[in-house]
């Protein structure tokens, strides 16, 4: 078995896997690792497309590798905020439920607003 | 025989970060999970992309899950009630079956695959530059590599925009203190020298082998925050002026000479091709600048504390 075929196969478990604990896992900070595993198969897919785009004298189609690079930095971002808002949240409402009907009741915010 | 390996060990992780009840177990798995890909990446002759990996993605990216992690600690058993078990099941069907559908799309391709490899060769003499992938970012495709920059400007802006009133334009993070005797103090004073040059060399090689301003600009955020962290330094407050300055020196900079390409040259971004190394290595700089600043920045998360404590 081929590098592509291996890793190919892996690519597309890994976004079913990450879709998977998308839309199952309670926490919400769970979701957002499941995001990123999902974002990684993705990144792998343009990987296995860049490798079978091999030419030129080129091991990887440098196309995709760059626009890979650029999703790679704009995914850190992304979690990044997430993670804000769901820290602001906790410190607000003092639980991270995105279930309205079992979320605390809320707490006085001691920052005053 | 070693990509099987791998791509076994890098699935029993994926499958570990979504199936353990532990949050925090979930998030060192995925750390792992994150370096054991950038492996992948120099398996698929992608060195640019497992530097890149393996410096955000599974570095700078761990270290803000694996925060988050700790402080949401005491959350976790009140939100561990699952969806139903219907739910669940027709999730898993969901999955699988796309899952299945890229498996075929993927491993059934058309033959010759599509490839704009040729090209990028034929072109590579137009900017000075050796290395592909970088042409490709700062030449071709400028336009993506520019409001990449946008974007990290946007998510600066949103995670500042979540302090608390009396927080805005404060501080991000708590005060750090550590032993002025301990290793982590021997660490930050020993290493930033060293990974201050290295994250340069990142930038300046980036021009003709691997590397590049995202590259070198993840190991200069590190740095930055190894010293913060050891206390030897405290969170700039956000409402000082010269770290907006760097904030905007990047995307700045990429825009000005961009309009530039508007009145001097053919098209938005295109380079004159006498200046196109030169410019394109000053926007690499100022880039590899605002990188680190709004890495390090993001890391940090938002204002907490009142600039003037």
Request: neutral net charge; aromatic residues 6%; hydrophobic residues 55%.
């Amino acid at each position: 078995m081929s590098a592509v075929t291996v890793f190919g196969s892996y690519a597309a478990a890994a976004v079913g896997l990450g879709l998977y604990g998308l839309i199952a896992a309670p926490q919400p900070l769970r979701k957002i690792i499941a995001f990123n595993l999902l974002g990684s198969g993705v990144f792998l897919l343009f990987g296995i497309v860049g490798r079978r785009g091999a030419a030129a004298g080129f091991g990887n189609d440098p196309v995709p590798q760059a626009l890979v690079i650029t999703g790679v930095v704009v995914a850190f971002s992304a979690t990044a905020l997430a993670i804000g808002l769901l820290l602001r949240l906790f410190q607000i409402t003092g639980s991270t439920t995105l279930n309205s009907r079992a979320a605390a009741s809320p707490r006085s915010d001691p920052s005053g607003n | 025989m070693f990509e099987i390996a791998l791509a076994v060990v890098v699935l029993g992780l994926a499958i570990w970060t979504i199936a353990v009840p532990d949050t925090y177990s979930a998030t060192v798995g995925f750390i792992a999970y994150g370096l054991l890909v950038a492996l992948i990446w120099v398996r698929l002759d992608a060195v640019d992309v497992a530097l890149t990996e393996a410096a955000i993605g599974g570095g700078l990216g761990g270290v803000v899950l694996l925060g988050a992690a700790a402080r949401l600690r005491g959350t976790e058993a009140m939100t561990n009630e699952r969806p139903s078990l219907t739910v669940r099941l027709s999730a898993a069907a969901l999955s699988a079956s796309i899952a299945a559908a890229l498996a075929v799309a993927i491993l059934l391709p058309p033959n010759p695959a599509p490839t704009l490899a040729p090209e990028v060769v034929s072109n590579a003499g137009a900017t000075g530059m050796a290395n592909p992938v970088t042409n490709v970012l700062m030449a071709f495709r400028a336009m993506d590599t520019m409001l990449e920059k946008v974007v990290l400007l946007l998510a600066i802006v949103g995670v500042w925009s979540l302090a608390s009133d009396q927080a805005w334009g404060g501080r991000p993070g708590p005060r750090h203190q550590a032993d002025p005797n301990g290793v982590l103090a021997f660490l930050a004073r020993l290493l930033p020298p060293a990974g201050i040059v290295v994250g340069i060399y990142i930038l300046w090689t980036g021009a003709d082998h691997p590397g590049g301003a995202f590259q070198g600009g993840a190991v200069l955020a590190s740095m930055w925050l190894l010293v913060i962290m050891a206390g030897l330094m405290d969170t700039p407050p956000v409402r000082s002026r010269w770290l907006r300055l760097v904030l905007v020196a990047g995307p700045g900079l990429f825009l000005v000479v961009g309009l530039g390409g508007i009145c001097f040259g053919s098209a938005f971004l295109a380079y004159p091709a006498a200046f196109a190394k030169p410019l394109i290595l000053s926007i690499e700089a100022a880039m590899l600048l605002t990188i680190a600043t709004t890495l390090g920045l993001l890391l940090a998360g938002a204002p907490e504390r009142s600039a003037e404590r």
